[in-house]
C-alpha cells in the first residue's frame, strides 16, 4: 500500500523523537520514500543523520535552504507528498498550526500542504488534557487535519495517563488506512478467527494449530475498507493494530456458535477463517483425571457446525468459509462449498510450506458457487485477506444492482 509513496516525516522536539526513527524504517520497508522535515527542538532529541541514512534522502531543518537545483524546498515537496506525518506532534505545533503561524521549515511546510496530514501527538498528560491543546485539536480536525493517539500508558516525565505517542504499528495502520479506498462502506461483517478449545477437564483441552492470524488479516483489512467488523475469535496472542474493529474472545465452538447467531441477524457478510473443532468431550470432569497405568478412553461428541447452520438460514447473506485440507484439496473445497451453501470458499492445502497455520503467508485457492477458481500463489495472509475481499466486494455489488453474477474473477 505504501509502496512508490512519498511521504513527508515531519519531527517534533519531543522525547518521542526517538519512535519516529522506528516509523521512518517501516514506512520504508512497505516501499515508501519518506522525506524527513525536522524543528530545530526536534534535533536536541535525535541527529539529522540518523534520518537521512535511513531514508536515502537529506533531511530538512531550515528555511532558507534550496532542494533539488534552484527550487524552494518546502513548496517542491508539498507538492510531491501524497502525505505528511506529523510524529511526535508536540503541543507547540498543534497550537503553531492551529493559529495559522508559520515560522519554520516544517509549519510553513504544512501550510503548503494539498494532501492528508496525519498528527500523531505526544506530550504530558496535563498538557494533552489542557484545553489549549483540547481547543487547538478540534480546530485542527475541524480544517480537516487527521489525528492517531495519543495512547495511555507511561509517559516519560514520570507520570502516566494519556500522552504517549500511539503505537507505531497503529500509526502506520492509520496511514494504511489514508490511502485505502473504502469499498466495503456500510457493511456489517463479521470474522471468525482462531482455534476453539474444548475442555476435557480443567487442566487439559483439544485445540489445533490455528493461531488466529488469517482472521486477524481480514478483519484488519476489512475495517481499512470501511466495513464495521466484529471479530469472534478463539484462544490466541495477537493483537490488532486498530482499536475500532469489536473483538469478542470465545473458547469452544458452542461458545463460538452462540455469538455468531446472536451477530448473525445483523450483519450482512460471515468470513469464517477460524478452525472450529468438529469435536468435543463427551463430558467435562469437574476435577483433573488423575493418572492411570492402563489406557484412558476419551469419548468425543460433534461440535454444531456453524457454518452449515448460517447456510441453511443464508437469507440476503454473504458467506465466505475456508477449507483447511491436506488431501483431495479441490475435491473436499467443493463439497462444503456445496454442502454448507457458501459463495465462496478459500482452500488451503494445510501441508505446503507457507501455508495454513502459523505463519504469515497462505496459498490459496478461491472457489465461488459456479465452480470458478482463482488460484493465489504465495502471498501474506494481509494480502490474501485483500483479494479475498475483492471478491466479496464483487458480490456485494452483485447484490446491490440485482445483477448476474461477475464475469472477472
Ligand atoms: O489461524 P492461522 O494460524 O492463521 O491459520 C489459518 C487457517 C489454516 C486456520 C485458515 O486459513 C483456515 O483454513 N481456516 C478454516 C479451518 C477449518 O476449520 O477448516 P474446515 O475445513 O475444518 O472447516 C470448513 C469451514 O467450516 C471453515 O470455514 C470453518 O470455520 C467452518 N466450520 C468448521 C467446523 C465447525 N464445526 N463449524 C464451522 O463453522
Known amino acids: 500500500m505504501l509502496r512508490n509513496k512519498e511521504i513527508i516525516l515531519g519531527v517534533t522536539g519531543g522525547i518521542a523523537a526517538y519512535k519516529a526513527v522506528e516509523l521512518l524504517r517501516e514506512m520504508v520497508k512497505r516501499g515508501a520514500n519518506v522525506h524527513v522535515v525536522m524543528t530545530k527542538n ?11 541514512t535511513l531514508s536515502g534522502n537529506p533531511v530538512l531543518c531550515e528555511m532558507f535552504r534550496l532542494f533539488r537545483g534552484s527550487k524552494i524546498g518546502h513548496v517542491t515537496l508539498a507538492d510531491i507528498a501524497d502525505l505528511m506525518v506529523i510524529a511526535p506532534a508536540t503541543a507547540n505545533i498543534l497550537g503553531k498550526i492551529a493559529n495559522g503561524i508559520a515560522d519554520d521549515l516544517l509549519t510553513t511546510m504544512v501550510m503548503a500542504m494539498k494532501v492528508p496530514v496525519l498528527f500523531a501527538p505526544s506530550m504530558n498528560v496535563n498538557m494533552w488534557q489542557s484545553s489549549f491543546v483540547q481547543n487547538n485539536v478540534e ?49 456489517r ?37 470501511g466495513a464495521e467488523v466484529t471479530l469472534i475469535t478463539g484462544p490466541n496472542y495477537l493483537s490488532l493494530p486498530r482499536r475500532d474493529i469489536q473483538q469478542i474472545s470465545v473458547h469452544s465452538a458452542q461458545q463460538m456458535r452462540d455469538v455468531v447467531m446472536e451477530y448473525y441477524e445483523d450483519c450482512h457478510i460471515v468470513i469464517m477463517a477460524a478452525a472450529v473443532a468438529d469435536f468435543r468431550p463427551q463430558n467435562t470432569l469437574q476435577e483433573k483425571i488423575k493418572k492411570t497405568n492402563g489406557t484412558y478412553i476419551l469419548k468425543l461428541e460433534k461440535n454444531p457446525d456453524i457454518l452449515k447452520e448460517l447456510g441453511e438460514k443464508k437469507g440476503e447473506h454473504i458467506l465466505v468459509g475456508f477449507a483447511a485440507e491436506t488431501s483431495e484439496l479441490m475435491e473436499n473445497a467443493g463439497q462444503k462449498l456445496k454442502e454448507k451453501n457458501l459463495d465462496i470458499i478459500v482452500a488451503n492445502d494445510v501441508t505446503q510450506p507457507g501455508a495454513g497455520f502459523g505463519t504469515d503467508t497462505n496459498i490459496v485457492k478461491i472457489l465461488d458457487v459456479r465452480g470458478r477458481v482463482r488460484k493465489l500463489p504465495l502471498l501474506s495472509k494481509d494480502e490474501v485477506a485483500n483479494i479475498i475481499l475483492d471478491q466479496v466486494v464483487k458480490l456485494v455489488r452483485k447484490k446491490q444492482r440485482n445483477l448476474p453474477w461477475p464475469r472477472n474473477w
Open 42 to 52: 526536534a534535533q536536541q532529541f535525535v541527529s539529522p543523520l540518523t534520518f537521512e
Open 139 to 187: 480546530r485542527l480536525k475541524a480544517h480537516g487535519y487527521q489525528f492517531i493517539g495519543p495512547a495511555e500508558g507511561d509517559l516519560a516525565c514520570g507520570g502516566a495517563g494519556r500522552g504517549r505517542l500511539a503505537d507505531i504499528a497503529e500509526i502506520i495502520e492509520k496511514i494504511e488506512d489514508i490511502f485505502t479506498k473504502k469499498d466495503l462502506q456500510g457493511q
Open 189 to 225: 461483517i463479521l470474522v471468525t478467527a482462531g482455534p476453539t478449545l474444548e475442555a476435557i477437564d480443567p487442566i487439559r483441552y483439544i485445540t489445533n494449530r490455528s493461531t488466529g492470524k488469517m482472521g486477524f488479516a481480514l478483519a484488519k483489512m476489512a475495517r481499512r475498507r
